[in-house]
């Protein structure tokens, strides 16, 4: 059963050591998690309890089912800013049926993810590659930036892109409130000051830099702390800085969520693409943590705690929840060596939620604003842009067209266009396959690029490697290109097909390749294979390709060559290497020479 419950695993080795680890750890993530659980409800465009109501049993079925000793699940920016685009499709913000559709996306989330888990297909969230990840993630900062600033300014603003919301903010600007604009500038400058110089600053007065970083980490709950204080001392909210206003007092609400049969289908995609993405995120996260102490990390088992959780907040009047990055960093820093710390912060925000909810009363908006903006800021890289596009073309186009899909269309468009170009650009660069002719580097058994390298090859013998598996989508490229270089050589004799990079031929490539044979049988060639690997050996001795194949099939490529071109494999080993291993000059500085 430890294989489904991890908790029955890391369970039986629990002592006091982890207790006082994982409770120091609790302590400093809840301390964190209080101010972002409340900023994220309010982007969701929830009433900012349901973000303490999403952290309390998420938390504690994550524990429970999860595989990550130190992930912290909860409300993070880019599933709050997914959720108010879903649930505002449906309902306006803040009315009982957007609640309803932000609890709906919580149990199809769930629902989703834990029938993903089990039936293991966790390969789903592949299809999101990292330069789309990146991209949405970075556009989504911009966005959920831009969406806060009427907050910042105390205006009314709206929209779900980057024009709508520019739009719709630039005719409020004369309604500006300077008390509000002072309050969220100052905690904006202050929260990023906290970032960068909050640590160096308490080193300096002597702290050590592990106290230090955890400190700086709080630098929210101080901003919080102080304008709550200062609206009581100042009567901002008299001036016209929005508060919180009243948040209920008491534990999370347990009841069944709404069983609207055409609610939950007029939500099934969003819910399936906040499924995805944040499963995407948090195993990234998870991942990266593990690596740092040697743990491992089963994307299945995760794909079942995540899905337990968003039950659990379903149930619990929360909305989707996923791990975040910025929470379960701290939770690592200060030391949670298992999942029973999640459980002890989920305690710590159900007490919050019992006896500190009448403070919150008197918290500025426009600071849950600035807290928002700096954490999602922080997500930004714009940098990424220029490196992607120095190494990769493709990616580029899948970065930037999800980066202006998503600012000019909205987050379901930015990634479905984002999956749909890598896709895209994924079939389009392997039905165009690298195939090289190559030769002997002399002085060795390799064989080479011929433009690459200085080889020695035999006019009877053509080498060709093709560097991709053989499909539909490529095989009348591969046909083409062997007849063209074939052509070139009117003394040849042997054609030998190097398989090294071929991981799989399908039918229709099969079929291509007997019509292959066949036309080179006609002019007199033969057609041999080398270093086929051996599950695509299997599949060839299953159907007719021996019987047609005019050659044969060598262990080695080198074998291939001794057998055909004797003479001039024994001249290729006398020769000494000399620059043989060096790109040639027409290859570009800093390249791979293959």
Not at 94 to 121: D, K, N
Not at 390 to 396: A, I, L, N
Not at 440 to 453: D, S
Not at 456 to 481: H, K, P, Q, T, Y
Request: aromatic content about 6%.
């Amino acid at each position: 059963m430890s294989g489904y419950l991890p908790v029955l695993d890391w369970g039986r080795r629990y002592d006091r050591r982890r207790l006082i680890s994982d409770g120091v750890a609790a302590v400093i993530v809840t301390v964190m998690l209080i101010p972002q659980s409340l900023a994220y409800a309010m982007l969701a465009g929830l009433p900012p309890v349901v973000g303490l109501y999403a952290s309390i049993l998420p938390l504690v079925a994550y524990a429970i089912f999860g595989s990550s000793r130190t992930l912290a699940v909860g409300p993070v920016a880019v599933v709050s800013l997914l959720t108010a685009t879903a649930a505002g499709a449906v309902a306006a913000p803040g009315s009982s049926e957007y609640i309803s559709a932000a609890v709906v996306l919580a149990l199809l989330s769930g629902l989703i993810l834990l029938a993903m888990g089990i039936f293991r297909l966790g390969f789903v969230a592949n299809l999101l590659s990292h330069p789309v990840i990146s991209g949405f993630i970075t556009a989504s900062g911009l966005l959920i930036a831009a969406s806060q600033v009427k907050h910042i300014l105390g205006v009314k603003a709206g929209g779900h892109t980057l024009i709508e919301l520019g739009q719709s903010l630039l005719p409020a600007l004369s309604t500006t409130s300077l008390p509000t604009l002072m309050v969220g500038v100052a905690a904006t400058v202050f929260l990023f000051w906290s970032r960068s110089k909050l640590k160096p600053t308490l080193e300096r007065f002597g702290l050590p830099p592990g106290v230090s970083t955890l400190l700086s980490r709080t630098g929210p709950v101080l901003a919080v702390a102080v304008s709550i204080l200062a609206v009581i001392g100042l009567d901002l909210e008299a001036r016209g800085v929005a508060v919180v206003g009243n948040v209920p007092r008491g534990l999370p609400p347990l009841a069944l969520p709404p069983l609207d049969l055409a609610l939950w289908s007029t939500l099934l995609p969003a819910a399936f693409l906040i499924s995805v993405i944040g499963f995407a995120e948090s195993i990234s996260i998870a991942q990266t943590l593990a690596a740092k102490r040697r743990q491992s990390i089963r994307p299945d088992q995760e794909m079942i705690g995540l899905g337990m959780s968003n039950l659990a907040s379903a149930f619990s009047g929360g909305y989707p929840v996923t791990g975040g990055f910025a929470r379960s960093v701290v939770n690592f820093d200060a030391g949670a060596e298992t999942p029973a710390a999640g459980a002890y912060t989920a305690i710590g925000i159900a007490l919050a939620s019992l006896f500190l909810t009448p403070l919150i009363f008197h918290l500025p908006l426009a600071v849950l604003a600035a807290t928002i903006i700096v954490a999602v800021l922080s997500l930004v890289d714009l940098g990424t842009l220029r490196r992607t596009w120095r190494y990769s073309r493709f990616d580029f186009a899948s970065m930037a067209g999800t980066i202006v899909v998503t600012l000019a269309a909205g987050v379901e468009a930015g990634i479905i266009t984002g999956v749909a170009l890598s896709l895209l650009l994924h079939l389009w660069r392997s039905s165009r396959p690298h195939i090289a002719v190559i030769g002997q580097v002399p002085g060795t058994r390799h064989y080479r690029n011929i433009l690459r390298h200085d080889v020695v090859c035999a006019a009877e013998v053509l080498s060709v490697r093709i560097d991709e598996s053989l499909w539909f989508g490529n095989a009348r490229a591969v046909e083409n290109e062997i007849q063209r270089v074939v052509s070139e050589r009117p003394d040849l004799k042997h054609l030998v097909l190097n398989c090294a990079a071929v991981n799989g031929i399908d039918a229709s490539a099969f079929e291509s390749l007997e019509l292959v044979i066949h036309r080179l049988a006609d002019q007199g060639i033969d057609l041999h294979l080398s270093e086929v690997k051996g599950p695509v050996m299997d599949r060839l001795a299953k159907s007719s390709f021996a019987e047609h194949l005019t050659g044969h099939v060598f262990l080695s490529h080198h074998e291939a060559m001794e057998a055909l071109a004797p003479e001039c494999t024994k001249r290729a080993d006398r020769m000494t290497r000399q620059t043989s291993d060096a790109p040639k000059p027409s290859s570009r500085p800093g390249s791979i020479a293959r």
